[in-house]
């Protein structure tokens, strides 16, 4: 999920980052987060070394905007977003637990440090945003085995590959500007160059 222009990161304390609360009526469903405990989850990731390492390389690679603002939002189907102009959005109504939430975000801040580097990102592009997702999937580890095992996938050889194409083709078919059928293509034209570019990381954490 993404659109529009950079944003930025920096080597600032965790605290001086704003997360803002949106006023959304809370129907808050059993086992999942209301938005105080949610705002609460965020702060506290925002001191995990991966989201602390890529704030700092988004520092270093000269992205100006800090703090972006984190918004916590009930959402209906996505779990997160990010929004060049508005920053990123953690949707706390589907967060169960506090891994989620910082999957969430290290996802998100892929798609922010795409957008500082990739200077002419355009997230109306299928190729781009496809590039983006499979990145964020893969470097977020949305796919490591024991994620996958909890919801119910089994731990194959060659299986995490093929669960960030399968989550990287559900957020691009959501662009308006790709069909399931651009989306697929756009996915498999930049797959190689795109789950073996693992920057800020050497290699994917
Ligand atoms: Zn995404």
Redesign the pocket.
């Known amino acids: 999920?993404?659109s529009a222009a950079g944003d930025g990161g920096g080597s600032v304390p965790p605290q001086t980052t704003k997360v803002e609360a949106c006023s959304v009526p809370e129907a808050v469903t059993p086992g999942f987060m209301t938005i105080k405990e949610c705002v609460g989850g965020i702060s506290a990731a925002l001191k995990n070394p991966m989201v602390r390492f890529l704030r700092e390389k988004m520092d270093q690679a000269g992205c100006p905007v800090w703090p972006l603002l984190i918004q916590a939002v009930n959402c209906n189907h996505a779990s997160g977003g990010?929004n060049g102009g508005r920053g990123i959005t953690v949707c706390c109504n589907q967060m169960r637990y506090q891994d989620m939430i910082e999957q969430v975000l290290i996802?998100?801040l892929i798609?922010a440090y795409d957008d500082c580097v990739g200077k002419n990102i355009d997230w109306k592009n299928c190729g781009h945003h496809a590039c983006?997702?499979i990145r964020?999937?893969h470097l977020s580890g949305n796919c490591h085995y024991k994620r996958e095992m909890l919801k119910g996938f089994l731990k194959i050889r060659g299986h995490e590959p093929e669960c960030v194409k399968r989550r990287a083709l559900l957020?691009v078919k959501q662009n308006p500007n790709c069909s399931d059928t651009a989306a697929k293509d756009a996915i498999e034209a930049v797959w190689d160059i795109c789950y073996n570019d693992t920057r800020p990381f050497d290699r994917a954490p």
Do not use: D, V, W
Request: without cysteine.
């Open positions: 999920m993404a990010y996802h998100e798609h983006s997702e964020a999937n957020s």
